[in-house]
């Protein structure tokens, strides 16, 4: 190749760079989907009045830190129901003081779930997970998400160096559109990953109903965390 043709290939890089990611051909993208998804933000639109957005790793370290990232379309940074249903079991079960509970800030359009996770997004959770470990050493570490969060959280696990990942005690999704996929390094003893039978987000068929009630899983994923903290 010539060098005036190198030369300008890379000058181009940093528009190449500025692209968004391509669509992801795994993730269901048919009319069926789109609608679950239209669902769940319906579904986080309960939240508005109340609780959707959680900021605590801003405060005192706690025994246990989760970082949760909600679905598309939801409200705030932790979405409706399906976080909340979790959040409430989870300070019921481990007690309010001993848990932090930080939503991840990003936006949570279609785009970002047909791109496998909105890019952005993916890298707050990142950072978050990293704040997390590196400012309160012995807090033990719970990341998870619904629908998009769960793809934000695969994509932020597998960026974790080795020492982080170490510190995660538990990896979480409720109807995951990568259902199946391990979550980086995570060892699958320590990963729990529920889907409903009809759920065409994370089985690739069926229809939107079962997507929008992972609020009845709270129970379930709190049991999991509990026995591992
Ligand atoms: C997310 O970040 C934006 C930009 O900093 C801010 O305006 C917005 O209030 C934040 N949303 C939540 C729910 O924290």
């Known amino acids: 190749m010539k060098f005036s043709i190198v030369l300008s290939l890379v000058a181009l890089l940093p528009f190449v760079a500025a692209l968004p990611p391509p669509i992801d051909a795994s993730v269901p993208a048919s009319p069926e989907a789109l609608d679950a998804l239209l669902q769940e933000a319906t579904?986080?639109?309960?939240s508005l009045l109340a609780?959707?957005?959680?900021?605590?790793?801003?405060?005192?370290?706690?025994?246990?830190?989760?970082?949760?990232?909600r679905g598309t379309g939801e409200?705030?940074?932790?979405?409706?129901?399906t976080g909340q249903a979790l959040f409430t079991a989870l300070r019921s079960r481990l007690g309010a003081s001993a848990i932090s509970i930080q939503g991840v800030n990003y936006s949570?359009?279609?785009?970002?779930?047909?791109?496998?996770g909105d890019p952005a997004g993916s890298t707050t959770m990142t950072n978050l997970i990293n704040q997390a470990a590196s400012k309160c050493p012995s807090t033990k570490i719970v990341i998870g998400g619904y629908s998009q969060g769960a793809q934000v959280a695969h994509n932020a696990a597998a960026r974790l160096s080795a020492a982080?990942?170490?510190?995660i005690v538990t990896a979480f999704g409720f109807g995951d559109p990568f259902y199946g996929r391990a979550y980086g390094s995570i060892p699958a003893s320590r990963t729990?990953?529920?889907c409903h039978t009809g759920d065409i987000i994370c089985t690739?068929?069926?229809?939107?109903?079962?997507?929008g009630n992972y609020n009845?899983?709270?129970?379930?994923?709190?049991n999991f965390i509990a026995a591992r903290v």
């Open 43 to 46: 579904a986080g639109g309960e």
């Open 51 to 69: 609780g959707d957005t959680e900021n605590e790793l801003a405060g005192a370290c706690r025994a246990v830190t989760l970082i949760y990232a």
């Open 75 to 81: 409200a705030g940074n932790v979405g409706g129901q």
């Open 108 to 116: 949570a359009t279609v785009l970002g779930y047909l791109q496998g």
């Open 164 to 167: 982080t990942t170490a510190r």
């Open 192 to 194: 729990l990953n529920i």
């Open 204 to 211: 690739g068929s069926g229809g939107s109903a079962e997507h």
């Open 216 to 222: 009845r899983d709270a129970g379930a994923v709190t």
